[in-house]
């Protein structure tokens, strides 16, 4: 069987993004120009499936448990002109988690745990914030759910989960992919053993 294409959308913007605050598993709504993001993003996506023949009803759409992913998912279905609730979620999905530096920016998060900090930046893959995950295990769940799929799909998530899906299928390091900027309001097309983004 070949390898399912993925229509891949990171949420749209929230005020913690704005501010530059580490969200990890936290709950924090989109704001305007996060809705307007995911707006924009369906848009792309309708151009794609367009320019690919695909019918927008006939995919699966699955997506982050956590409320933004949530929220920029039903704004994507609305404008796609598809009821916006009736989508599947998947926790192997959700944001890494960054333990106690959730909600702090990172010059916060260097002041309170200076030396775990620095191992960081030498080695963001496998170190882990205090009392969070590494992207490491992040990596593992994301392939967990890449082999699950059976057939082309929609997902919306996250910049780490982004991140981690192009380190498990081959298509960066984890040293390139560290602080590889994920764009809200575009789409990343997972296809053919490659990857294009549309913005």
Do not use: C
């Amino acid at each position: 069987m070949p390898a399912p294409t993925i229509y891949y959308l990171r949420h749209g913007e929230t005020d913690w993004n704005a501010l530059g605050r580490l969200q990890g598993v936290q709950d924090i709504p989109l704001n305007a120009r996060g809705r307007g993001q995911a707006v924009q993003a369906a848009g792309i996506l309708a151009e794609l499936f367009a320019r690919d023949g695909r019918d927008r009803t006939s995919l699966p759409y699955v997506s982050s448990p956590l409320g933004r992913a949530r929220a920029t998912m039903e704004l994507v279905r609305e404008r796609l002109d598809l009821p916006p609730a009736d989508y599947g979620l998947d926790d192997r999905l959700r944001e890494i988690g960054y333990g106690v530096w959730e909600g702090s920016t990172l010059p916060e998060s260097e002041a309170s745990h200076p030396n775990v900090y620095a191992r960081r930046l030498l080695d963001k893959w496998t170190v882990a914030p205090p009392g969070g995950e590494t992207y490491a295990a992040v990596q593992l769940r994301m392939l967990d759910w890449y082999e699950s799929l059976l057939t082309d799909t929609v997902a919306v998530a996250h910049g780490g989960t982004a991140r981690a899906l192009m380190v498990a299928l081959g298509l960066e390091t984890p040293a390139s992919a560290a602080d590889l900027l994920i764009e809200q309001g575009a789409v990343y097309v997972f296809r053919d053993g490659g990857l294009t983004k549309y913005g």
